[in-house]
């Protein structure tokens, strides 16, 4: 939604989303991009709605809400987009019921598609060290941009660290010593996750040659930096990544977030237990850990059809 199609809403139903919003930052703790999507949602149901005749959020009732959903179904959303975009619409009128902004729950009937149960893309170990290696021959020519690449990649796949969670670490959450880092994670939520010797050594290369040649007065505690000196964003590591995925020519994956995958996975294939899986990745409910246990199965499954003789 722009900015015009925003100050077209009414005054009450801007300021209930202004208010949810504010929430959501203050007492969720919610990530500013889960807020964005959020937000984005609500401005559309609103809109909508503005177009159906409704000008405030008593007058939105279940038919709305269902209509609403319906187009976006229509528009050919994917089914886990229509998942969250009814939970979305369900969290947002629960509050407002509380803020007695409503006196009536309309989405408590709300329904959507269940998400499709996918199974995430996970790198071969072999796949991780050729990318690796590639990475460690770049490093070895004392490049600080290779030299970021490297630690980040080896900071990311040794400890499953999100990639928001890494663009905000600093020097002095990466303890070299014990080989931990502490990040903050979603709901702002804190967690020390241990780090390998492979990591504090790149982490150690990016530290004394290559951060100390892109640091300036924009840098502050960051961990790591951009070309210019500034924290760097999360953009800018996935533009990493995606190249360092292409260039193995042999996979489809995508994003940092496969480097997560995987080394949830391959922690569990070299047997760590689920609970010690769950509170290195920071996961609040194990069943969403559990899914890498099916990632494990899988993975278990084709090596047994390939090498078997009578498979």
């Known amino acids: 939604m722009d900015s015009e199609e925003r100050a077209a809403l009414p005054a009450a139903l801007a300021q209930a989303a202004d208010a949810f919003e504010r929430y959501l930052r203050s ?18 149901l609103l809109i909508q709605a503005v177009t159906e005749g409704n000008t405030s959020l ?6 709305q809400l269902r209509r609403w959903l319906g187009e976006q179904s229509a528009a050919s959303l994917a089914r886990s987009t229509l998942a969250r975009r009814a939970a979305t619409i369900r969290s947002f009128m629960a ?33 991780l060290g050729r990318l690796l290696e590639d990475l460690q021959l770049a490093a070895g020519e004392g490049d600080p941009l290779a030299l970021r690449d490297l630690a980040m990649v080896e900071l990311l796949y040794g400890t499953g660290i999100r990639v928001g969670e890494l663009v905000t670490l600093d020097v002095l959450d990466a303890n070299r010593e014990r080989r931990t880092v502490k990040v903050l994670g979603k709901g702002n939520k804190e967690r020390v996750v241990p780090f390998g010797v492979p990591a504090d050594a790149a982490l150690g290369r990016w530290l004394s040659g290559g951060r100390t040649s892109l640091v300036n007065e924009k840098s502050g505690p960051a961990l790591f930096l951009g070309k210019r000196g500034a924290r760097i964003d999360q ?20 994003g940092p977030h496969t480097l997560r995958h995987s080394a949830a996975t391959h922690l569990l294939d070299g047997g760590a237990d689920l609970r010690s899986v769950q509170e290195i990745l920071g996961h609040s409910s194990l069943a969403t850990t559990q899914l890498y246990t099916h990632v494990s199965v899988e993975r278990l499954r084709d090596s047994y059809r390939t090498a078997h003789p009578r498979a």
């Open 95 to 127: 509050w407002a019921l509380r803020e007695e902004l409503i006196a009536v729950d309309p989405a408590l009937r709300l329904r959507a598609p269940k998400r499709e149960k996918t199974l995430p893309t996970v790198l071969q170990q072999q796949q």
């Open 58 to 63: 008593r007058e939105i009732d279940l038919g």
């Open 235 to 254: 953009r800018t590591v996935r533009a990493v990544v995606d190249k360092l995925f292409a260039s193995l020519g042999d996979t489809s994956a995508t």
């Open 27 to 44: 007492e969720r703790g919610r990530s500013e991009h889960t807020i964005r999507a959020y937000r984005g949602d609500i401005d559309a």
